[in-house]
């Protein structure tokens, strides 16, 4: 009896080569290239300097996840085509960039037009460190759920939530100038806004997707993932601080107290994390036939 | 400049996997390691139940996914449009496996040999390569250079596998292509891979 192409429909297959190491570093890239960018506009040189150490932190996590880590220069070698090439180059303007600018702002120099020009290559480097990883996942033909245009949206909308919430958590230990937490709380509200709209388009978008990007959405909304998916990103990571600081937000004797800021932070940079987490582990490759 | 390709007629697949230990014999590729595998699958019901096979190996795309996410160069396509990989340049990020539609890349994470703790005479000569790399099939590029045919083409008792030239009409496996109207996997990914499969 002659063999049927058609009848090796066999089951999508989960990804399973990225898991905490990769999905630590986009939580901590992301994040470190966030707090910098709010620390460079707020000229607060320690919280840029913080915001670096977490990058560089995030970065020797990916590099632990290498086969072969003392090869990881080579890496830098194909950014002609490569996502994962051209991270390693905004990975190191920033690092170079931004360690100019804390220098500067630490010794309060004016280096002239160079400031300026220091300045607005850092903020480029740290806006691209936020978006490549999108951009690693989004091109993606055999895993239909990274195969969005939003990622790269999703994921500098997440980053920027991040900082700002390391950035918070640091305000008490960081020295002066004081942060404006109480200014921070009410971007956050709009960023977790925005989060939840890319996230739900996203979702949306990929329900009339191929027939593995249809099975990650069971995953994360029915699955073994909609727990942490329902309860944890969109519950615990959006929602939750978007009731507790909504009301009180916008009221005229709104005062900031720590031990609150630090909760909602906690639950958004534990959603945060989550949200990446289940991008990684929900990725599904498509039938072979 | 050839580019080479591989019909494989599923009417005549016995599921032998004599491919499968032809490729482990001529790479030495560790356990865990297949360049090439044959899936199968039990369909239909008793009465008629029966078991259908699937060879499967890398699919040598004309625009392999692979190649352009490696950050490194060590995944290659040559002008014969044979996809390879330079053990010595991967840094085992893994960015090709995900990026590969087929799963027809492996990680060979950690050492490891068929004996414990040690490797024979044969795998001591044969594998010239380190662990924490990705690893996939090379179509036998160096039996090709020599202008033999891959292993797997070579072992097949029922001759299911034909490789050749694609770009050549005259040749074996594209007028069996033609004829057969044979399909590669996935075509809709629009990889143009260099596998195809003769189905009835």
Not at chain 2, 18 to 35: L, Q, R
Request: aromatic share 12%; hydrophobic share 50%.
């Amino acid at each position: 009896m002659s063999a049927q192409l058609d009848e090796f429909l066999i089951d999508v297959k989960p990804q399973k080569e990225w898991g905490w190491l990769v999905i630590t570093y986009l939580f901590l890239g992301g994040a470190g290239a966030g707090l910098f960018m709010v620390s460079l506009y707020m000229a607060h040189p320690w919280a840029e300097a913080f915001g670096l150490l977490i990058l560089i932190l995030g970065t020797l996590f990916l590099m632990l996840d290498l086969g072969r880590p003392e090869r990881f220069w080579r890496a830098f070698f194909r950014a002609r085509s490569s996502w994962i090439s051209r991270g390693c180059y905004f990975i190191a303007a920033l690092v170079l960039l931004g360690g100019l600018n804390v220098l500067i702002d630490f010794t309060v120099s004016d280096w002239g037009i160079l400031t300026t020009i220091l300045r607005v290559g850092a903020v480029a480097a740290a806006v691209a460190v936020m978006i490549y990883t999108g951009f690693v996942l989004s091109p993606s033909a055999a895993i239909p759920f990274w195969n969005s245009t939003f990622f790269p949206i999703i994921f500098f909308a997440y980053s920027l939530l991040a900082g700002i919430d390391f950035l918070i958590l640091a305000s008490p230990i960081l020295p002066p100038p004081a942060i404006e937490v109480a200014q921070l709380e009410k971007i956050q509200f709009g960023l977790v806004l925005l989060c939840l709209l890319l996230v739900m388009s996203h979702l949306s978008v990929m329900s009339g997707s191929a027939v593995a990007a249809r099975k990650s959405i069971q995953l994360l909304t029915r699955g073994k993932w909609a727990v942490l998916f329902i309860g944890g990103v969109i519950g615990i990571g959006l929602v939750v601080p978007l009731l507790l600081a909504g009301p009180v937000l916008w009221q005229a004797s709104f005062q900031t107290v720590f031990a609150v800021t630090a909760v909602l932070a906690l639950l958004r940079l534990f959603g945060d994390y989550l949200f990446r987490f289940l991008v990684i582990r929900a990725g599904l490759y498509d039938p072979l036939l | 400049m050839a580019r080479y390709g591989m019909v494989i007629d599923l009417n005549i697949c016995i599921g032998c996997n004599a491919c499968t230990m032809a490729c482990k014999a001529e790479h030495a590729t560790p356990p865990g390691v297949f360049y090439s595998k044959v899936l199968e699958k039990e369909v239909g019901k008793y009465p008629a139940a029966r078991r259908v096979f699937l060879p499967v190996l890398c699919n040598h795309c004309k625009n392999p996914a692979c190649e352009e996410v490696c950050p490194t160069g060590a995944t290659q396509k040559r002008d014969d449009g044979i996809v390879t990989i330079d053990h010595e340049l991967c840094i085992g990020c893994r960015s090709c496996m995900e990026a590969c539609p087929y799963g027809a890349r492996t990680f060979h994470k950690d050492e490891a040999t068929y004996y414990v703790n040690e490797k024979t005479p044969f795998e001591e000569m044969k594998q010239n390569f380190a662990n924490g790399i990705v690893m996939k099939c090379n179509f036998c590029a160096d039996r090709v250079d020599q202008g033999l045919e891959p292993a797997c083409v070579q072992t097949c008792p029922t001759e299911c596998r034909i490789f050749g030239d694609l770009d050549d009409p005259k040749t074996k496996v594209s007028r069996i292509i033609a004829e057969k109207k044979a399909r590669p996997l996935l075509a809709e990914k629009g990889l143009e891979p260099s596998v195809f499969y003769v189905g009835s």
